[in-house]
Nanobody, 115 residues
Framework: QVQLVESGGGLVQPGGSLRLSCAASGIRFRSYTTGWYRQAPGKQRELVALMTSSGSTNYADSVKGRFTISRDNAKNTAVLQMNSLKAEDTAVYLC?????????WGQGTQVTVSS
């Protein structure tokens, strides 16, 4: 059974940082395209960042230069480092893995940016 479990969300002030982690069981992240998505209330889910199995990355324009996606193959974990957070970054952040004709999602972790 495949499970993706996110952690690291919380409340942070504008300009602050958070580090989200996604731990996988049942799959090896290094063989999948791993992505972070977010969904704010009343809005569609949007791609934040992704990393292919070969290590190529892609970011939404709104987070370029502020967010960094990485992968720890030894720990089988995907990480999203978020710096210079803004109120508009407030959302539920979800981890995603795609590969071998299948797609998996985590439950999500809430990120709230507010003073």
């Amino acid at each position: 059974q495949v499970q993706l479990v996110e952690s690291g969300g919380g409340l942070v002030q504008p300009g602050g940082s958070l580090r989200l982690s996604c731990a996988a069981s049942g799959i090896r992240f290094r063989s999948y395209t791993t992505g972070w998505y977010r969904q704010a209330p009343g809005k569609q889910r949007e791609l934040v960042a992704l990393m292919t199995s070969s290590g190529s990355t892609n970011y939404a324009d709104s987070v370029k230069g502020r967010f960094t996606i990485s992968r720890d193959n030894a720990k089988n974990t995907a990480v999203l480092q978020m710096n210079s957070l803004k109120a508009e970054d407030t959302a539920v952040y979800l981890c995603n893995a795609v590969g071998w004709g299948k797609e998996y999602w985590g439950q999500g972790t809430q990120v709230t940016v507010s003073s």
